[in-house]
């Protein structure tokens, strides 16, 4: 449900810009995008995006609160000097609710609470990375989420003995997907002022699994190799 939901708000999101940049066509109304601090959607709307997905909404807070108070000194609502002085607090007040809305995450419950609705395990990088390995393990997909910064997931060693599906969304960030030699890959791309590359190598047989990659990039990149 989480999952339908971000992709539901993403579908609007791009439908109202549509509808907007329309209608300054039309001449029906006046409408700019690139107002003081524009760029800072790229960081508010990921970050809203993001307390919609299951697991700690934690990084998505952060996300935008920085977003948000970007953007309010971008408009001169707030001086650069005093969210200067805000940063430590912030940090000791998030580092606060980390510490107070913590849970035990053994293996077991982390997965349990990083599963999309899809059945598919989540795995997400916001201002950070994530490095995911299967070492000798089952492969049963993934949804990979990377914003300002990057998500590493080595499949080398996996154990893939079914077709599988990997969805990874970039927003000013990175993918990197390595895959084993025994399969094939067929992959979806859509580069928004960005980038998706496959380097692998093609997979004749036809009694090998298919690992079928949807990458959506935004000012970054998913390369798989």
């Known amino acids: 449900m989480a999952n339908k939901s971000s992709n539901l708000l993403w579908g609007l999101l791009f439908i109202v810009l549509g509808v907007l940049f329309g209608g ?7 409408f700019n995008l690139f107002f003081e601090g524009w760029w800072t959607l790229f960081i508010i ?10 697991g700690s909404k934690i990084s998505a807070l952060i996300g935008l609160v920085v977003g948000v108070m970007l953007l309010l000194s ?9 969210l200067s002085k805000l940063i430590i607090p912030i940090i000791f007040i998030f580092i606060g609710l980390q510490i107070i ?8 419950k982390f997965y349990e609470k990083s599963f999309s609705s899809d059945g ?5 990088a916001f201002f950070s990375g994530n490095d995911i390995n299967f070492p000798y393990e089952k492969f049963v997909g993934a949804n990979l989420t990377a914003i300002f910064g990057g998500v590493d997931l080595n499949l080398k060693n996996a154990i893939i ?8 969304l970039v927003i000013f960030g990175g993918a990197d997907i390595i895959v084993p030699p025994n399969v094939k890959v ?11 590359s496959n380097k692998t190598s093609q997979v004749i047989r036809e009694d090998v699994p298919t690992i079928y990659i949807k990458a959506i990039s935004i000012f970054g990149g998913t390369e798989i190799k």
Do not use: C, H
Not at 24 to 30: E, H, I, K, R, S
Not at 120 to 124: F, I, Q
Not at 161 to 168: A, F, G, L, T
Not at 186 to 196: A, C
């Open 24 to 30: 300054n066509a039309l001449d029906l109304w006046n």
């Open 45 to 54: 709307v990921p970050s809203i995006m993001g307390l919609f997905q299951r």
């Open 74 to 82: 971008a408009q001169n609502i707030i001086s650069w000097y005093i």
């Open 101 to 108: 809305f913590r849970k035990d995450f053994s293996k077991d």
């Open 120 to 124: 598919l395990p989540e795995y997400t």
């Open 161 to 168: 003995d079914e077709d599988v599906v990997i969805n990874s």
């Open 186 to 196: 067929k992959v979806s791309s859509i580069p928004i002022l960005g980038g998706n």
